[in-house]
């Protein structure tokens, strides 16, 4: 038998205007486009043999720790067979 701890996480970029330096008064004209983009990462590592297995989803659907435990189950099934 092999224990895992597993978290997911949120990396990502959001895109912020500064600040500007123009004459008292003037207000500053840039070029800006909001974006956001982000990646999210699920994890599982076994402190026991060192096993780790990451998958990573460019959105985040209504069952995505479902699919990673189903993925995580064949990973760990396959290394105990051998």
Do not use: W
């Not at 224990?3 to 912020?16: A, K, P």
């Not at 008292?24 to 599982?44: H, I």
Request: proline residues 5%.
């Amino acid at each position: 038998m092999n224990l895992y701890c597993q978290d997911e996480s949120r990396f990502g970029l959001f895109t912020r205007a500064g600040k500007g330096i123009t004459a008292k008064g003037v207000k500053p004209v840039c070029a800006f486009q909001q974006v956001f983009q982000y990646t999210y990462v699920f994890g599982a590592y076994s402190p026991i043999s060192g096993d780790n297995f990451q998958l990573n989803y460019p959105v985040v659907l209504a069952t995505p720790s479902g699919i990673f435990l189903d993925h995580l189950q064949r990973i760990d099934l396959k290394s105990s067979r051998s």
